[in-house]
Structures are given as structure tokens and as C-alpha cells.
């Protein structure tokens, strides 16, 4: 199991930028995918960004595209998420998860470990 606990959440206006981050302890980091999700009040939880074992491949929701980036530090098991050009609609509770196997996944069902989130909100 990998216990998972995301950090860099707040409030900003719309344009700005949040990083947030989430360090990973349990299983050996470099063997498992990570991934990005949120949950807006009143929606399902969806798919925001996911990064492979190595670091080498990544995957963004279309609605993120171009505006946010994953990246991951296997030596120091932590796994960021850098969010730029803020807008409204990407105020949710952001969850890092942990997936069960090695490849990049939009699915969380492919995703076996949850941290307990962070809020973001955006501002107009």
C-alpha cells in the first residue's frame, strides 16, 4: 500500500499559477504510474494529468492541456503538479493517487491509493 499526501493547494485569482505536490511513502515509488484527479462540488471526480514510472511519458485531460505539467522525483517520491493559467472551472479538490501498475492511465480504476486531497480555488 502508499500512503499519499498532497500539499500546495489555495486560493487564487484567475491567470495565476498553484503547484502542488504530493510525497509518497509505502511501496517503492519508481514502480508505479501517478496521476492527478479532481473533484468539483456537484461533479464526478475526472482526470486532470498522469505521469509513468520513469517520468518519461505523461497524459493531460484536454481541458488542461498546454496549461498544466506532471512531473516526478523518484528520489525524493514526490510528485508535482504545476497548474498555470488558472480558471474558474478548475476550482475542485485535487487527489494524487497512486496506480497499481507502471504505464500512464486516464482511469481510476487503474489507481489503487488515495491521498486525502486539496482544495483549489480560482477566483474570477
Known amino acids: 500500500q502508499v500512503q499519499l499526501v498532497e500539499s500546495g493547494g489555495g486560493l487564487v485569482q484567475a491567470g495565476g499559477s498553484l503547484r502542488l505536490s504530493c510525497a509518497a511513502s509505502?511501496?517503492?515509488?519508481?514502480?508505479?504510474?501517478m496521476g492527478w484527479f479532481r473533484q468539483a462540488p456537484g461533479k464526478e471526480r475526472e482526470f486532470v494529468a498522469a505521469i509513468s514510472w520513469s517520468g518519461g511519458s505523461a497524459r493531460f485531460a484536454e481541458s488542461v492541456k498546454g496549461r498544466f505539467t506532471i512531473s516526478r522525483d523518484n528520489a525524493k517520491n514526490t510528485v508535482s503538479l504545476q497548474m498555470n493559467s488558472l480558471k474558474p472551472e478548475d476550482t475542485a479538490v485535487y487527489y494524487c493517487a497512486a496506480a497499481s501498475f507502471l504505464a500512464v492511465s486516464p482511469k481510476s480504476g487503474d489507481f489503487g491509493s488515495w491521498g486525502q486531497g486539496t482544495q483549489v480555488t480560482v477566483s474570477s
Open positions: 509505502g511501496r517503492t515509488f519508481s514502480s508505479y504510474a
